[in-house]
């Protein structure tokens, strides 16, 4: 009896596709249209003048559009306004550059990070790299936040607002080293992971979205 | 003058003390592969309710071993004149305590799961990447479910074997929680699948089901616990009903041709039985004293199980004093 159980479990689980959605997010968005939600965070989504998004999560997600042979339907807005959305199913996605230690992602799906900023200490040309971080100052550009994790290596956060010209070590995410001229040192404070947000439980869409960020290029935003 | 008279202290016979060496390497045994066990499924669990619940349940099964090993040594402690009883009592205070905890447990993780039904929360479960390759996180909580069925059946099953030749109930009933862990584990992974198929609900479903598990053994091991320390008369290792024990050994001292009438009162104290036996002698009868103490010596080596009983001699059985 038990023997018979199993077997008709496994032919039922070979007949499906597994995992599926409670709500049928996939079937609903293949061929049909995808609702994204973008907010502005630059270099992931950036706001045109014209009003089309563009950017590294939007790229990615143009080509996800295509392979899910879905047209896409933007909608603007603020990160938590997104992830409220998700929840309630109204959204089949929100981009922004949401990384994992964002507040309000354990209420909705969540990728597995498909990209990580290393959050370092650059120099620009002339300056030395601080032998030791304790008690030194760094400069953070007002509004990245990355001041903790100069904290946590004992160093004081100096801000610099996004215009001055930097003559000190600053904690930037590695990408925005080349945009700086600065030159990386052997500091890494911290990683942060980047994800995209869906609906909650709908594990067959999350999982298709997840296979297609695994098999893409490594990004360089 | 030392004005107490502390109680003899006990020595197992050689047999019985194999078993218990052997029943304290499965002790730690269990304790180690159920550690092993909360690692690999803390690691899994993700966001399922039910993995959770089963976690929790299996951090609570490395509990009964604990205390079963400093319970052992302690209640072994020789009697001194601060506790002339010894400490024989102390694997029942610790047992009630773990029980009420577990009960109190479980209560919550009902009240968790259930609360997760009335929101509605869907379980997310995605894909994990595994040295290289991309895997339902699904299949990873099966892996480590079935895993955790594993070490606790069989060391259950050894566990009992050793329980009923010491007549060591919190060891029964440590084995026994042990033997029917395989059945937290398939409702945990029916509730994954469930989830799998598209069924949101299945995973806090299989959550409730595993708490009312939890808060069913909680109540099973505090009465257990209770009716010991309210010194119930000696039962059977697996159920409430009499231990034989009683009767025979009245039977058996009751032999002695001095004796009009003889009555017991006991009670367990962890794999021991100890009381009183009320002797009334018949009439005219002469050293008493050496008979008495022969009787006393008589019901020690009746069973090993038998420590420090106490004769008393009564002129009347039927009186009420006595």
């Given at each position: 009896?038990?023997?018979?159980?199993?077997?008709?479990?496994?032919?039922?689980?070979?007949?499906?596709?597994?995992?599926?959605?409670?709500?049928?997010?996939?079937?609903?968005?293949?061929?049909?249209?995808?609702?994204?939600?973008?907010?502005?965070?630059?270099?992931?989504?950036?706001?045109?003048?014209?009003?089309?998004?563009?950017?590294?999560?939007?790229?990615l997600v143009k080509t996800f559009a295509d392979q899910m042979n879905a047209d896409i339907e933007w909608h603007w807005g603020g990160m938590s306004e997104h992830l409220e959305a998700l929840n309630q199913f109204e959204l089949d996605l929100a981009i922004g550059g949401l990384t994992t230690s964002?507040?309000?992602?354990?209420?909705?799906?969540?990728?597995?990070?498909?990209?990580?900023?290393?959050?370092?200490i650059g120099v620009p040309a002339g300056i030395p790299s601080p032998q030791s971080l304790s008690d030194a100052s760094i400069g953070v550009i007002r509004g990245t936040a990355v001041a903790d994790y100069v904290r946590r290596q004992d160093a004081e956060p100096l801000f610099l607002s996004e215009e001055e010209s930097i003559d000190m070590p600053v904690a930037v995410p590695h990408w925005r080293l080349d945009d700086l001229n600065l030159d990386r040192t052997e500091h890494s404070l911290h990683t942060l992971k980047h994800v995209m947000a869906v609906p909650p439980g709908e594990n067959r869409w999350l999982t298709e979205l997840e296979k297609f960020l695994f098999e893409q290029p490594p990004i360089e935003p | 003058m030392n004005v107490m008279k502390e109680r003899q202290h006990y020595e197992l016979p050689k047999e019985q003390q194999e078993q218990l060496a052997k029943a304290k390497k499965l002790a730690w045994a269990s304790i180690f592969f159920l550690g092993t066990i909360t690692v690999v499924m803390y690691l899994t669990m993700g966001s399922s309710q039910a993995m959770k619940t089963a976690w929790v349940e299996d951090i609570w099964s490395m509990i009964p071993p604990i205390v079963f090993l400093v319970a052992t040594r302690i209640s072994d402690r020789e009697p001194n004149e601060r506790f002339p009883y010894g400490f024989r009592r102390a694997p029942s205070i610790a047992f009630l305590t773990a029980a009420t905890a577990v009960f109190l447990l479980g209560i919550y993780m009902l009240y968790e799961s259930s609360r997760s039904l009335w929101l509605m929360e869907h379980p997310t479960i995605g894909m994990r990447t595994i040295f290289g390759?991309?895997?339902?996180?699904?299949?990873?909580?099966?892996?480590?479910?079935?895993?955790?069925?594993?070490?606790?059946?069989?060391?259950?099953?050894?566990?009992?074997?050793?329980?009923?030749?010491?007549?060591?109930?919190?060891?029964?009933?440590?084995?026994?929680?042990?033997?029917?862990?395989?059945?937290?584990?398939?409702?945990?992974?029916?509730?994954?699948?469930?989830?799998?198929?598209?069924?949101?609900?299945?995973?806090?479903?299989?959550?409730?089901?595993?708490?009312?598990d939890i808060t069913r053994d909680g109540v099973t091991n505090v009465r257990q616990a209770v009716t010991d320390l309210l010194n119930e008369r000696p039962t059977q290792v697996d159920s409430e009903d009499a231990d034989d024990i009683t009767q025979e050994l009245q039977k058996a001292l009751s032999q002695n041709d001095w004796i009009e009438q003889l009555k017991v009162r006991l009670r367990d104290e962890g794999m021991l039985v100890t009381g009183e036996i009320f002797v009334q002698p018949a009439p005219n009868t002469v050293n008493l004293v050496e008979k008495i103490e022969a009787l006393r010596q008589q019901a020690k080596t009746f069973h090993w199980r038998v420590y420090d009983v106490v004769v008393t001699a009564v002129s009347n059985m039927a009186e009420g004093s006595t």
């Open positions: 009896m038990r023997k018979g159980l199993i077997f008709g479990l496994w032919l039922l689980l070979l007949g499906c596709t597994f995992p599926q959605d409670p709500r049928l997010t996939t079937e609903r968005v293949q061929n049909h249209i995808m609702h994204v939600g973008v907010s502005e965070n630059e270099p992931w989504v950036i706001h045109q003048d014209d009003g089309t998004p563009t950017g590294v999560e939007v790229d964002a507040p309000g992602t354990s209420a909705v799906g969540i990728t597995q990070p498909y990209f990580e900023t290393a959050v370092v | 390759y991309q895997l339902w996180s699904g299949w990873l909580m099966i892996a480590a479910l079935v895993y955790s069925a594993i070490p606790p059946v069989i060391l259950g099953r050894m566990k009992i074997k050793m329980a009923n030749k010491l007549h060591a109930k919190t060891l029964y009933a440590d084995a026994a929680m042990n033997k029917a862990d395989w059945s937290t584990a398939l409702a945990a992974i029916f509730g994954i699948l469930g989830v799998g198929l598209g069924f949101w609900w299945a995973d806090a479903v299989a959550a409730g089901l595993i708490a009312l």
